[in-house]
């Protein structure tokens, strides 16, 4: 019996330490190496480094600045694709810089806005910061609640 106990304790032990590995895992955290375009209402959308400021290249090659610092990368779903949300029929999408804390390195700092697709424009919302790494892709509040409506 005690055998039992044991081997049933030991198999939930291991079962947590592979969810916590997994929760771990490089790909939970933002990095580069997330594709930098984005299809939104038919129109390719990219991220590009300009003088060290996220910019995002329109389809007739503009930049548009977004007042981040560069890297920067699109909010991400289970897949690492970017996540387009949609708002009634707008499309949006979240840019993101994330950068170590002043402290130490295990501190994150993510300054965000979001860009939604309104009668053919693009149009950037407000810059949101935060003290985490913003991993996943958030609430449908993050994507819309930096815009008046």
Request: proline share 6%; with cysteine; charged share 20%.
């Amino acid at each position: 019996m005690i055998k039992a106990h044991c081997a049933i304790w030991v198999g939930c032990l291991l079962t947590s330490l592979t969810a916590c590995a997994q929760e771990q895992s490089p790909s939970a955290t933002p990095s580069l190496a997330v594709e930098q375009v984005v299809s939104m209402d038919g129109q390719t959308l990219k991220l590009a480094n300009d003088q060290a400021r996220c910019a995002l290249r329109k389809p007739d090659q503009t930049l548009m600045p977004l007042d981040l610092a560069w890297p920067c990368q699109f909010r991400v779903d289970r897949q690492g694709k970017p996540h387009v949300e949609t708002f009634g029929e707008v499309p949006i999408v979240i840019v993101v810089h994330v950068s170590a804390g002043p402290h130490n390195n295990q501190e994150c700092r993510s300054e965000y806005r979001a860009i939604r697709q309104i009668n053919g424009q693009l149009e950037p919302s407000i810059i949101a910061r935060t003290a985490s790494c913003m991993t996943g892709t958030g609430d449908q509040k993050d994507y819309t609640g930096l815009f008046t409506w």
